[in-house]
T-cell receptor, first 111, second 114 residues
Framework: LAKTTQPISMDSYEGQEVNITCSHN???????ITWYQQFPSQGPRFIIQ???TKVTNEVASLFIPADRKSSTLSLPRVSLSDTAVYYC????????????FGQGTELSVKP | DAGVIQSPRHEVTEMGQEVTLRCKPI?????LFWYRQTMMRGLELLIY????????DSGMPEDRFSAKMPNASFSTLKIQPSEPRDSAVYFC????????????FGQGTRLTVV
């Protein structure tokens, strides 16, 4: 499983766009990139997944450059309720297998 | 579906006692994971099952921990005897094989061993 590196924490203000970058230099050809969000006192929740280029859903966008050695989770116009820990995971999830969580990025959104 | 259901939500026990945590995965999911979360160590994978069979238990901290999945709709994580350092939030998650790889987590069990 490819090791991931993310910033430990980030601060933002309501209404701003937040970009969280994850490095995964050893990503394998079959690996997908998945992001989870965890609110205090809750289990992690899937946000978005991608393989290459750009993926967008109702919650976030995921940008993956051609070399796939990094990825950026983009949260548009954050609100106080987006305060959470965000985890980047890399692996062959389409084939099943285990999910390994790193330290995550603690995002704090201020008014 | 009600999602992944864990019980109890909170457990306080004395050191040396046996603790059993329970999990009901989402119907139709063939993977089940047990995690432990602490401030110091983050979210650690303890063990996971595929089709009720344990696949990887390398994360189980020691012999005091054991997990079973007697059928597709139920799993237990047992700690015997419990120690204060076992205090943590324990999460169960399930997912299915295939294109939709999203894992669903339960609300967790907050264990306090005094």
């Amino acid at each position: 499983l490819a090791k991931t590196t993310q910033p430990i924490s980030m601060d933002s203000y309501e209404g701003q766009e937040v970009n969280i970058t994850c490095s995964h230099n050893n990503i394998a050809t079959n690996d997908y990139i998945t992001w989870y969000q965890q609110f205090p006192s809750q289990g992690p929740r899937f946000i978005i997944q991608g393989y290459k280029t750009k993926v967008t859903n109702e919650v976030a966008s995921l940008f993956i450059p051609a070399d796939r050695k990094s990825s950026t989770l983009s949260l548009p116009r954050v609100s106080l309720s987006d305060t959470a820990v965000y985890y980047c995971l890399v692996g062959e999830y389409n084939q099943g297998g285990k999910l390994i969580f790193g330290q995550g990025t603690e995002l704090s959104v201020k008014p | 579906d009600a999602g992944v259901i864990q019980s109890p939500r909170h457990e306080v026990t004395e050191m040396g006692q046996e603790v059993t945590l329970r999990c009901k995965p989402i119907s139709g999911h063939d993977y089940l994971f047990w995690y432990r979360q602490t401030m110091m160590r983050g979210l650690e994978l303890l063990i996971y099952f595929n089709n009720n069979v344990p696949i990887d238990d390398s994360g189980m901290p020691e012999d005091r921990f054991s997990a079973k999945m007697p059928n597709a709709s139920f799993s237990t994580l047992k700690i015997q005897p419990s120690e204060p350092r076992d205090s943590a939030v324990y999460f169960c998650a399930s997912r299915s094989t295939g294109k939709n790889t999203e894992a669903f987590f339960g609300q967790g069990t907050r264990l306090t061993v005094v």
